[in-house]
T-cell receptor
Framework: KAGVTQTPRYLIKTRGQQVTLSCSPI?????VSWYQQTPGQGLQFLFEYFSETQRNKGNFPGRFSGRQFSNSRSEMNVSTLELGDSALYLC????????????FGSGTRLTVV | GESVGLHLPTLSVQEGDNSIINCAYS??????FIWYKQESGKGPQFIID?????DKRQGQRVTVLLNKTVKHLSLQIAATQPGDSAVYFC???????????FGAGTRLTVKP
């Protein structure tokens, strides 16, 4: 069965631009969570979506947003990019997202120049 | 070899030795814990999990121990192999809100 698919794998953007990242969860999984991974801050929780609703949110500014579609695919958007947004963005999917195991994608490496 | 908490992010062991990676979690209300392995260029990969009503859980070559009294989690890897070289993260899940928080990670290096 296919795993969690994130696209694109690599992205280079300029400061001030915006970016949209995509995550396709494992078939049947309805919960999608997003994480930012940097060498300095480690893995930090961005938000979680379940059945097209944001169910939980981490401590990131409003420039970070997301959404989930009826097929459970999710996108996250970062507006007005800053150099500090350079990171590996990971998404994880699970069946219902209440401790039933999470599967991660390989991530999107975003570089802001 | 043994690492202590999140202040010693690197652990180096000899192939064939046992490894112990430790993690201190933050919230006494956390009821589910997961250990992940992350290799270079890949996302975290599930290794083993444990719920708060258990003290120990064993998998293939791995054992997770949970001490709720001191909010401590450890991952033991038996007969460590070069393929075990990676960064290991513990994660705690806070109740039913799917808020999974990760530790800083420990880099395990296995010397042949």
């Amino acid at each position: 069965k296919a795993g969690v698919t994130q696209t694109p794998r690599y992205l280079i953007k300029t400061r001030g631009q915006q970016v949209t990242l995509s995550c396709s969860p494992i078939s049947g999984h309805r919960s999608v969570s997003w994480y930012q991974q940097t060498p300095g801050q480690g893995l930090q929780f961005l938000f979680e979506y379940f059945s097209e609703t944001q169910r939980n949110k981490g401590n990131f500014p409003g420039r970070f947003s997301g959404r989930q579609f009826s097929n459970s695919r999710s996108e996250m958007n970062v507006s007005t990019l800053e150099l500090g947004d350079s990171a590996l963005y990971l998404c994880a999917s699970s069946l219902v997202g209440t401790g039933d195991g999470y599967t991660f994608g390989s991530g999107t490496r975003l570089t802001v120049v | 070899g043994e690492s202590v908490g999140l202040h010693l992010p690197t652990l180096s062991v000899q192939e064939g030795d046992n490894s112990i990676i430790n993690c201190a979690y933050s919230n006494s209300a956390s009821d589910y814990f997961i250990w992940y392995k992350q290799e270079s260029g890949k996302g975290p990969q599930f290794i083993i999990d444990i719920r708060s009503n258990m003290d120990k859980r064993q998998g293939q070559r791995v054992t997770v121990l949970l001490n709720k009294t001191v909010k401590h989690l450890s991952l033991q890897i038996a007969a460590t192999q070069p393929g075990d070289s990676a960064v290991y993260f513990c994660a705690e899940i806070l109740g039913n809100n799917n808020d999974m928080r990760f530790g800083a990670g420990t880099r395990l290096t296995v010397k042949p």
